[in-house]
């Protein structure tokens, strides 16, 4: 079953450090998504991209965020100068179409950035 | 602003006996609603969905979620828990009709089947 794949699964990274988190989509879906998860927290919405550009983003999504689809597979998430209140867990979804038989998003494992 | 509400953290069952999780939601006009699940250390896996048509949707793993528009709920419930279901739910709603397809999900509940 096809699914959605993000590396690393772990990431710890210095208080500034730029870090780029990696996803590879579902192949033959086109909309795609970054949320995250602060321990114990409920999952909050970043980014979605749609089209090669942003369609929607929270006020979480400040100007240290980018999110860019590179080539044909991967959708990345960029940090350039992380905080600690950073440190969550990044999921990335992709979804096939915006109808109702294909709008469920797909997620990955997650990617654990710990900021220290 | 659409929003969702699920107001137990924690649900405790015996095996064997049936299940629900309660999820209310918030949204002026006809919501897209949603449950995922999330096994300790992965992502989020789809259960089910609510669109249009019956109010009784049937997802995966033998759960089903009934959507009543009148009390704005979307409970999830499963006839006979298994000790296998122990992990989180969430419950997420969008807002296509309003322009918004992003889901919003709840705080999530933790489920706990007791042997």
């Known amino acids: 079953e096809p699914e959605v794949t993000q590396t690393p699964s772990h990431q710890v990274t210095q208080m500034g450090q730029e870090v780029i988190l990696r996803c590879v989509p579902i192949?033959?879906?086109?909309?795609f998504y970054w949320y995250r998860q602060i321990l114990g927290q409920k999952v909050e919405f970043l980014v979605s991209f749609y089209n090669n550009e942003i369609s929607e983003k929270s006020e979480i999504f400040d100007d240290q965020f980018s999110v860019e689809r590179p080539d044909g597979s991967n959708f990345t998430l960029k940090i350039r100068s992380t905080k600690l209140e950073d440190s969550a867990m990044y999921f990335c979804?992709?979804?096939?179409?915006?109808?109702?038989?294909?709008?469920?998003?797909?997620f990955g494992q997650g990617t654990r950035l710990t900021v220290v | 602003a659409q929003s969702v509400a699920q107001p137990e953290d924690q649900v405790n069952v015996a095996e064997g006996n049936p299940l629900t999780v309660k999820c209310t939601y918030s949204?002026?006009?006809?919501?897209?609603l949603f449950w995922y699940v999330q096994y300790p250390n992965r992502g989020l896996q789809f259960l089910l969905k609510y669109i249009t048509g019956d109010n009784l949707v049937k997802g995966s793993y033998g759960f089903e979620a009934e959507f009543n528009k009148s009390q704005t709920s979307f409970h999830l419930k499963k006839p006979s828990a298994l000790v296998s279901d122990s992990a989180l739910y969430f419950c997420?709603?969008?807002?296509?009709?309003?322009?918004?397809?992003?889901?919003?999900f709840g705080r999530g509940t933790s489920l706990i089947v007791h042997p």
């Open positions: 192949s033959n879906h086109l909309y």
């Open positions: 949204v002026s006009g006809n919501p897209y």
């Open positions: 997420a709603v969008s807002h296509p009709s309003g322009g918004s397809y992003i889901p919003t």
């Open positions: 979804a992709s979804s096939e179409g915006r109808t109702s038989m294909n709008t469920e998003a797909f």
